[in-house]
């Protein structure tokens, strides 16, 4: 007996609309159809002027700053749920408060768990984001978690550069095995920005682990918030000998004056997604950054995931 295919409807979220629209283009079906109100005190109700019954729902949205966006993805899916929906799956191209995955001082909240468990409660059944902080947050849910890896829409473009001497960098310890899956891909050599904090967003001292004189050096990040970290990295590594050196990060956070910093930096280029939507007004004042859109692969996983087929096919690189 065939396999039989509940109907797919897709609706964004206000934080990821221009994502959204380019997954929905790719996937071949329009967005649905949503409105949300705000009450005069910033209260917010999102709610589906179509019916979602029996339908297989994606929900679209990143949970970048502001919080609002996390509190609409949540009354989103606790909509769906109250519509009737067949099975919602909520697609988080960029989890906020991953980075607070373990209590690394006394007395701390450990945020990315408490997200996973409002998601849950909300009524998910089903979570699909891309390069978490540290892939063992999967398992702070209880629903299925399909994790889509950037490396399928990094490596092609970094093959396209032809750079003769290719070494990967890491610009800190805790993301030594980010690079090294990287570096597979090459057949690189991986050196580890070695830094230690004062306190977050601050860094007190870098040193680097391995040799890069002469070398074309691309450094492997999940996250780039303030761009210091990166900014620091690139100068160490230009300082000792390297030929060039460029950024590979997933989620352009871009905090504060993160585009300056990028901008003002010794990189070549820094090297993004379009997981979260970046500030028209400050991109055009950062001729550094080169945004490479993710829709193919999450149009992709929404099929697979749909039609019962495999997500991991989706990371074959040619």
Known sequence: MPLQFNTVKLFAGSGTVELAEKISN???????????????????????????????VFLIQST????????????????????????????????????????????????????????????????????????????????????????????????????????????????????RTFAKFFNAEVIICDKRRKRANEIESMSIIGDVKDQDVVLIDDICDTAGTLSKAAALIMENGARSVRAVCTHAVLSGKAYDTIENSVLTE?????????????????????????????AGAIKNVNEHGSISDLFEIK
């Open 26 to 56: 790719s996937y071949g079906k329009p967005l649905g159809d949503m409105t949300l109100s705000k009450f005069s005190d910033g209260e917010i109700q999102p709610f589906y002027n179509e019916s979602v019954r029996g339908s297989d």
């Open 64 to 179: 970048n700053q502001p919080n609002d966006n996390l509190l609409e993805l949540l009354f989103m899916i606790d909509a769906a749920k109250r519509a009737s929906a067949h099975y919602i799956t909520v697609v988080v191209p960029y989890l906020g408060y991953a980075r607070q995955d373990r209590k690394d001082k006394p007395r701390v909240a450990i945020g990315a768990k408490l997200i996973a468990n409002l998601i849950v409660a909300a009524g998910a059944h089903r979570i699909m984001t891309m390069d978490l902080h540290a892939a063992q947050i999967q398992g702070f849910f209880d629903i299925p978690v399909d994790h889509l890896d950037g490396s399928i829409i990094f490596v092609p473009y970094i093959k396209s550069l032809k750079l003769p001497n290719l070494t990967i960098a890491s610009p800190d310890m805790g993301g030594s095995y980010r690079a």
């Open 270 to 298: 820094m090297i993004v997604t379009d997981t979260i939507q970046l500030n028209p007004e400050k991109r055009r004042s950062c001729s550094k950054i080169k945004v490479l859109s993710t829709a193919e692969l999450f």
